[in-house]
């Protein structure tokens, strides 16, 4: 009611027009609905998986009272009462993200509370790969259907548990390569909702749910070279970087930047442990085995790494190389030093100086575009290197706490500096 | 208009789905259960659980594995099927091992071979024989919650007594299996864990 007695005020006092103030109104009026319909549809979502879980709950009980044939009826029971909002939902209130969104998760849920149902009720064999890898199956029409963002972020989730379930357990399974045919047909959608709302509130999730599961489950493809599998790692991570810094997500708020937070922050960390001389120990005894050129692991790299150059190519015609972050151009600097690691132990010093030189530059571009987060993530880079080098002893106590003191006064110095040159612009 | 026939179909195909799955589950089971031969498996349970399906007794089986016949088992080989027999007391015990079905009947069963590859050395009667070791694809019995506590309590109090036997119900058609009840002493474990 403020803005009504504030636009009042100015147009009796002749600073804005009557049609002015109208447009005002208008435009305040609709931002609220927007929030209001934003926040329903949360609320439903939220409302609707609390039942489907909480029919998944009551369905895991097993009940004995009942016949068999009771309870396979049952089973259908949630499934029919999904299918009958989503069925009124498409024809009746199409429009309504809040129906779409609620009625499409509540059956997502029930299929699940379907099929445990049965499997419980014949004692069906399989473990929870299988049930996941069925249940998702028969769920993934339902994204394109419905339309739903819910369904596809339950999905993801799914699938996930499913490649975890698949393949980090013990047991030989030939499932685990579904989860990439399985992530592949979620894409088509992910890219309409790109392509017709690319700023839309609710791709915020799918820009997080995406990328993270694609880290959760890439483990999922190695097998027997461990320490090459590091540079797929890496090359995961430019490439998600790289991709939160081209400018369709650019413009997004850090927060909704899923790619970018992964991408930067992983390939940072993923340094972390070759900065230490065991690692490279290890590459040096590994790399004769002539049978890893021929792996699937070994192709994956090479293809991922030609992923990060094309993207980095786009990358350069919005950017120049002084302004991009340096997690966008880590992974050139890296490949050469794995190479000259496979064969001299050098590389473990040059690691060190990579991170050291990614901290900084870190620091210059948080100066530079006047960013204190950016800024002090640089800063947390060098103390974190600097604690590594911390645990290995063969650098002198008097060193080591040389560069802590060192490090530390970088911190106020930096942040001091930063805070006084805000200072001077706001005057 | 168009549109929206082709989301009718789009939809009624998708509800199908939904509903054949489970459904075809459902009959194919009950095929087995009518028309397939009841064995009794001998067996070991114990109590762990599932996020969704609930408390279930994990069984273990005392004759899980057969001699090896086969020349080779192919690495990406992840199921074998196998023939059974009864022994003098009635329980279902593994004959032979196949990479492929050897004809459908009431006594192949298809088995899952675990991760190591299952190959193993065993003595049997003095003797050391290559033998096979493999998986029931019934090790979970699921029972309602609460009960599947008592029931391995009620299993682990038999076991003391050596004459005490435990054993699955199975019924077995064509290389498919359903597991219908677990039997401690000749009473199922549902009704033992209910008194």
Redesign the interface.
């Given at each position: 009611m403020g803005i009504q007695k504030d636009l009042k005020e100015l147009t009796d006092a002749n600073v804005i027009s009557a049609e002015i103030a109208e447009n005002i109104t208008r435009y305040y009026a609709g931002k609220a609905g927007n929030n209001q319909n934003r926040l329903l549809v949360a609320f439903g979502v939220l409302g609707a998986l609390l039942v489907g879980l909480g029919v998944?709950l009551i369905?895991?009980?097993?009940?004995?009272e009942f016949e068999r044939s009771t309870k396979?009826c049952f089973?259908?029971l949630p499934?029919l009462i999904g299918?009958v909002f989503?069925?009124y939902t498409?024809?009746r209130k199409r429009d309504s993200a809040s129906w779409i969104e609620s009625s499409a998760t509540f059956?997502f849920l029930a299929?699940?509370a379907?099929?445990?149902?049965?499997?419980?009720?014949?004692?069906?064999?399989g473990n929870?790969s299988s049930?996941l890898l069925?249940w998702m199956l028969?769920a993934l029409?339902?994204i394109y259907?419905m339309k739903s963002q819910a369904a596809a972020m339950l999905y993801i989730v799914g699938i996930t548990w499913f490649a975890c379930e698949a393949g980090y357990s013990?047991?030989?399974?030939?499932q685990e390569m579904w989860y990439w045919i399985l992530l592949l047909a979620v894409v088509p959608h992910y890219v309409m909702k790109i392509k017709s709302n690319p700023d839309g509130n609710a791709l915020v999730f799918l820009h997080w749910f995406f990328p993270l599961s694609l880290v959760i489950s890439l483990g999922t493809l190695e097998h027997d070279f461990n320490e090459s599998f590091t540079l797929v790692f890496i090359f995961l991570f430019a490439c998600m970087s790289i991709l939160g810094d081209l400018p369709w997500l650019q413009r997004r708020h850090t927060a909704a930047n899923g790619y970018l937070v992964l991408g930067s922050f992983g390939s940072t960390v993923m340094l972390f442990p070759l900065s230490f001389a065991s690692f490279w120990e290890e590459i040096r005894r590994d790399h004769f085995d002539l049978n890893m050129y021929s792996s699937a692991e070994f192709i994956g790299t090479i293809l991922l790494f030609l992923t990060a150059c094309y993207l980095l190519w786009r990358l350069k015609r919005s950017q120049a190389w002084n302004e991009m972050r340096p997690s966008s151009w880590m992974f050139l600097v890296f490949t050469i030093i794995f190479l000259i690691g496979l064969y001299e132990p050098i590389a473990v010093v040059l690691t060190n100086l990579l991170l050291l030189a990614t901290g900084v530059v870190t620091v210059f571009l948080g100066a530079k575009r006047n960013h204190l987060g950016l800024l002090n993530y640089g800063l947390i880079i060098i103390t974190a290197l600097v604690i590594c080098r911390f645990f290995d002893t063969d650098l002198s106590f008097v060193i080591r706490g040389l560069l802590f003191v060192i490090v530390g006064a970088g911190f106020f110095a930096a942040n001091y500096l930063m805070i006084q040159k805000r200072k001077t612009h706001e005057k | 208009m168009k549109n929206k026939k082709i989301l009718w179909i789009a939809f009624a195909a998708v509800v199908l789905v939904q509903w054949y799955v489970p459904a075809s589950m459902i009959f194919e089971r009950e095929h087995i259960i009518k028309y397939g031969k009841e064995w009794k498996f001998n067996t070991e349970p114990v109590d762990p659980n599932d996020v969704f399906r609930g408390k279930y007794i994990q069984l273990r089986f005392s004759d899980s594995d057969v001699k090896n016949t086969l020349d080779t088992i192919p690495e990406d080989t992840h199921e074998l099927y196998i023939r059974l027999v009864e022994d003098t007391n009635g329980f279902a015990i593994p004959s032979e091992v196949f990479l492929e079905n050897p004809g459908n009947g009431e006594d192949i069963l298809r088995v899952n071979i675990p991760y190591w590859g299952g190959s193993i050395n065993k003595l049997v009667d003095g003797v050391e024989e290559e033998r096979v070791t493999f998986d029931y694809p019934f090790e979970r019995f699921y029972m309602e919650e609460g009960k599947a506590g008592p029931a391995e309590t009620a299993y682990n109090e038999r076991r003391v007594d050596t004459l005490s036997q435990t054993w699955a119900v199975v019924s077995i058609l064509n290389g498919n299996a359903v597991l219908s009840d677990v039997m401690i002493d000749g009473k199922s474990v549902t009704e033992l864990s209910d008194e």
């Open positions: 998944i369905v895991a009980h097993n009940w004995d396979t089973a259908f499934l299918q989503c069925f498409l024809f059956l299929i699940g379907s099929i445990s149902l049965v499997s419980q009720v014949y004692h069906i064999e929870l049930f069925t028969i029409p339902l259907i013990n047991h030989r399974s030939p | -």
